[in-house]
């Protein structure tokens, strides 16, 4: 069974930066396309990026394009979002998920197999 957990969320200015991670146990993230999704308060869970088991990515929305770079490092069973410039529409909580495939280029899917817990992104002055 895999399990996620986030982290790296916290308090930031306008303008600064985050990193969050999405570690994975009990099985390897070779064959899983990650997404990260965020909700706001009061808001629907929107996709945020994603990337492929072959390494592509996708911005599953305009906000962040050019502001959010997705990565993964297979060998640290870890996913990244680097989250540049960050603005206060960015505050939510940030969970990333998983879905197995075999597919190398497609990340982004209707469902997903596993979820983490989220860890929270307040960008506030």
């Known amino acids: 069974q895999l399990q996620l957990v986030e982290s790296g969320g916290g308090l930031v200015q306008p303008g600064g930066s985050l990193r969050l991670s999405c570690a994975a146990s009990?099985?390897?993230?070779?064959?899983?396309?990650i997404a990260w999704f965020r909700q706001a308060p009061g808001k629907e869970r929107e996709g945020v990026s994603c990337?492929?088991?072959?390494?592509?990515?996708?911005n599953l929305t305009e906000h962040v394009r050019g502001r959010f770079t997705i990565s993964r490092d297979n060998a640290k069973n870890t996913v990244f979002l680097q989250m540049n410039s960050l603005v206060p529409e960015d505050t939510a909580v940030y969970y990333c998920a998983a879905r197995f495939t075999r597919q190398s280029i497609v990340c982004d899917f209707p469902k997903y197999d596993y979820w983490g817990q989220g860890t929270q992104v307040t960008v506030s002055s």
């Open positions: 990337i492929s088991t072959g390494g592509y990515t996708s």
């Open positions: 009990g099985s390897t993230l070779d064959s899983y396309g």
